[in-house]
């Protein structure tokens, strides 16, 4: 007797983002998902759709909220109840593109850190002209202390194991590539990376991240969040210039290839940033980012499932 | 009687930088610059070119060295040589693509401060949809306070008031536009930006910046630099993507305008970065940058010294 592949059940938060909820709903139902993936998403009465499985949620917390406030007095917002579904198992992973403080904060509250980790980090797969490289902190600490920052090299280098490279490669996102530069706190995580367990080359510019050279690259919440929006930004600056400068004749011709170019390079191709470091799938989309970018982190997250990501994060 | 016009005197600094100094001055002498430009090359004796104005130095401050020990101690580099040239006005601009602080910690001793400048800031002029950017710091200073901050903007008002823009309008290089985003630093920077005299536009992010909606982006020297080098290196990962995806026959028909983009996105083109706040003009080019972008920094600081740039930059 065949067993029926288990279901991945995916929870997707459609409030507090800068998107109406109805266009993420109306980008989620137009994906062409596989029938092992069942959708829950959690919203506000007033959105409810009869053709996909919908939780109801009595209030919202919004982007300019205090995080630490919103989740402790918002206990019934999307956010909070999407959490809560993870934690009871009935969603094997959760999705959103609301307040990240909050998002962060509510997943360390709701389902607790992995052993041995402070600080939880969002952690992004970039493209480089090699593989990706995995970049935390994109956005969950504003500032990181040295003992932070090796935490995050051993949480992207876990990642990356999972991923399949057996020695992952460490980088510091630094101002220059001498032991000497950045903060205190840079300084500090260099010495330390340096006595190992990791392979460790050193400090990386942002000019050379693109190169492939490190599978994972640190910073503080800030930092790394300037990073990739500064490259995402400039990514759809040089393809507007491409559009513009290019005659509409030849561009017909090229646009099999920019479409490939555009896919590989636009941030809305990755799967959002993973909330590393937490007991549970948790994905976190830009909250400016296209309905399509949000429905796209979709098959990320089941992917992440299939791959039974927590129990192989082993750090 | 015809007055000859006035000589444009440029010292540039051929030691301390990744690239070889022989490789720098023949990028240099490969130039077409106007009669007017004289150069006077600064450098070790090994180096000296018959073919321009040579100066000797003894010692070259490295790129590992401390800076303040390094100003300190090697008063006969050439770095602090060519800095007391252009204080005793025997040349007009000065271009170094050798230690940032010990260029800026040297600066600050040698040439001085402009009147009510804390800290210099290094500026440098981006491209995006609309009119170019200007960034400041990208390096001068690791850390900065809101009062800094303050001063970079008013810099950064001054200077593209000097370039013709009547009413800069300012930015705050953020990750997110809400006014609680970021480090205490930069919350109360928002805070004391919005009560004026500058057209403040609040935080900016990194997506944004490239649309071209502010004249001016302040960050401290670290996150502006990375913001700087990471645009570097996505546009380069997008070029190299480009050329490898578009067939040969058809690369070849769009080499014109591909040229163009590059021009117009490549650091390279644009004259290195301006230390602005010290009494001189003090342009930093990237350690790795080119030969051919170090001397491409040398008509942009001839145009700064011809439209008489120090003295137009009243704040």
Redesign the interface.
Known sequence: MLLEPKKIRIGIDIMGSDNAPDALLDAVQALQLPDRVELTAVGTPDYESSSLHYVCAQEVIH??D?PLTAVRKKKNSSLCIGLRLLKEKTIDAFISAGN?GALVSASKVILGNLPKILRPALLALM???KKPVAVLDV?AN??AKAAHLLQFAAMGAAYQKARGIQNPIIGL?N??S?K?K??SELRRAYEELQKGPFHFAGNI??????NGDVDVLIAD???G??????????????????YT???PL?LQ??AP?LN??HR??HYAEYPGALLSGVRGIVIKCH??STPRAFANAIPGAAKLVQENFISSFGI
Chains 1, 2 share one sequence.
């Not at 510019?205 to 693109?210: D, N």
């Not at 300037?226 to 490259?231: G, Y």
């Open positions: 982007m300019d205090s990240t493209p480089t002209k956005g504003i500032e996102l101002i220059g001498e000497i950045g903060t510019e942002g000019t050379s991240v693109f919440g800030f930092t969040n300037i990073f990739l929006k500064t490259a995402e930004g400039i990514a759809s600056l040089i393809l507007d210039r491409l400068h290019i005659p030849e011709k090229l290839h490939d170019l590989s390079l909250g400016y």
